[in-house]
C-alpha cells in the first residue's frame, strides 16, 4: 500500500468542468482519496469563489483560532458562529462529483462551466470570466514573490 495514499493530496492545477443539470462539479480523480471524499464549501469573504476544504483544513480552521493569543473570546466566539454558519458540508458521490450549494451558486454565478483552481490544501471554484481576470491582475505578484523563492 501507497504510504501517501491516506494522506491528504496537493491540490495543484486548474481544471475547468461543467456544472450539470443538479449543480454538481466534478473533482479531478487526483484530488480525491475515495469514492466518498468530504469536503467542507465556504464562500471567500471576497466574493469571488468558493472554497473548498478537506476535513483537516476545515478543522485547522478552529485549531488556529484556539492557539492565537490576540483573538479574544468574545471574538473567537463570534467569528466560530460565522465560520460555521456559512460553511457547508458536502460527499463526492460515486462519480466524483460535489454539490454545489444553490446560495454559492447564485452569489458567485456559478453555472455552466466552472474553473476549480488547486492552492495547496485546498482548492476554489471559480466562475471563469472572474477566474480570468484574478489571474490576469495577480500575475505580476506572482512573478514578484517568484523570483523571491527563486523560481
Not at 476544504?53 to 458562529?81: C, H, W, Y
Not at 453555472?111 to 471559480?126: A, I, K, R, S
Amino acid at each position: 500500500m501507497d504510504p501517501m495514499s491516506n494522506s491528504t493530496p496537493i491540490f495543484s492545477g486548474e481544471f475547468s468542468h461543467a456544472l450539470d443539470a443538479k449543480n454538481r462539479v466534478t473533482v479531478p480523480s487526483r484530488w480525491r482519496n475515495t469514492d466518498a471524499d468530504e469536503f467542507f464549501l465556504i464562500a471567500d469573504r471576497s466574493g469571488a469563489f468558493v472554497r473548498v476544504m478537506p476535513p483537516s483544513q476545515f478543522r485547522s480552521v478552529g485549531e488556529k483560532l484556539a492557539s492565537n493569543p490576540a483573538i479574544t473570546p468574545k471574538d473567537r466566539s463570534v467569528f466560530l458562529r460565522h465560520f460555521y454558519s456559512r460553511s457547508q458540508q458536502v460527499v463526492v458521490d460515486k462519480q466524483g462529483r460535489l454539490l454545489v450549494p444553490e446560495e454559492f451558486g447564485k452569489k458567485l454565478a456559478l453555472d455552466g462551466e466552472v474553473v476549480l483552481v488547486g492552492t495547496h490544501e485546498t482548492f476554489e471554484l471559480w466562475n471563469p470570466k472572474a477566474w480570468a481576470e484574478i489571474k490576469k491582475d495577480e500575475t505580476s505578484t506572482f512573478d514578484r514573490v517568484a523570483d523571491l523563492v527563486g523560481l
